[in-house]
């Protein structure tokens, strides 16, 4: 199957400050991203969808202030998470799916985030 | 209308046994169905997919069964192992590509 990366793997940043997490496909062009994030035992909820070269679409109560994400290139796609607070700390994954991945969606590793 | 219910909510299996989690849609325009499974801190993995015009799908131990007029699809695993242990999430799509409806997940554990 295709492969999809995530940078880091984990971090920690204190109350107020930013953090940014990268999500690459490495072997196929990704013309759609989604991220998701997930909470301990529970499902994935998706957040936001990107398309190459297109503002994301924001899931419902999902604050786009807050979750910057940005698709500029068809490997690449980053989410910020801005002046992050305890309550955001969860695990962020990725997903890409393009012609070259069949149009079957894979995920990323997964980013830990922990704020303190 | 976008929901997809998963059950059991947790399922312990004997080795060699079969294990099998069921799901649920409501909404008939879904079109794509896939199974993932995800060990703890790691990303989901696809594990099988299946699209409606099919009634079933093996893919070495594993199966989907697919009943479009009840609106239901399962993943049976056969000859289930301890390495088999993880979360699975069922899932669902207006299309192949899109975005994703997840289950609630089921925690599988595979006794030795």
């Known amino acids: 199957g295709a492969v999809v990366s995530q940078h880091p793997s984990r971090v920690i940043c204190k109350s107020g400050t930013s953090v940014k997490i990268e999500c690459r496909s490495l072997?196929?062009?990704?013309?759609?991203m989604f991220w998701y994030r997930q909470f301990p035992k529970q499902s994935l909820m998706l957040m936001a969808t990107?398309?190459?070269?297109?503002?994301?679409?924001?899931e419902q109560g999902v604050e786009k202030d807050k979750f910057l994400i940005n698709h500029a290139s068809l490997t690449l796609s980053t989410l910020t998470v801005t002046s992050a607070h305890p309550e955001d700390s969860s695990f962020y994954i990725c997903?890409?799916?393009?012609?070259?991945?069949?149009?079957?969606?894979?995920f990323g590793p997964g980013t830990r985030l922990t704020v303190t | 209308q976008q929901q997809v219910k998963q059950s059991p909510q947790s399922l312990i299996v004997q080795k060699g046994g079969i294990s099998i989690i069921n799901c649920a849609y409501e909404?008939?325009?879904?079109?794509?169905f896939p199974w993932y499974q995800q060990f703890p801190g790691k990303g989901p993995a696809l594990l099988i997919a299946?699209?409606?015009?099919?009634s079933e799908k093996k893919e070495g131990r594993f199966t989907i069964s697919f009943n479009k007029s009840a609106k239901q699809f399962s993943l049976h695993i056969m000859d289930s192992q301890p390495g088999d242990s993880a979360t699975y999430f069922c899932?669902?799509?207006?299309?192949?590509?899109?975005?994703?409806?997840f289950g609630e997940g089921t925690q599988l554990t595979v006794n030795p």
């Open positions: 072997d196929f062009q990704a013309t759609t």
């Open positions: 997903s890409a799916t393009g012609q070259g991945a069949n149009y079957e969606q894979y």
């Open positions: 909404n008939t325009a879904f079109d794509y």
């Open positions: 299946i699209r409606p015009d099919v």
């Open positions: 990107s398309n190459e070269g297109s503002k994301a679409t924001y």
């Open positions: 899932a669902a799509s207006l299309k192949w590509g899109s975005r994703l409806t």
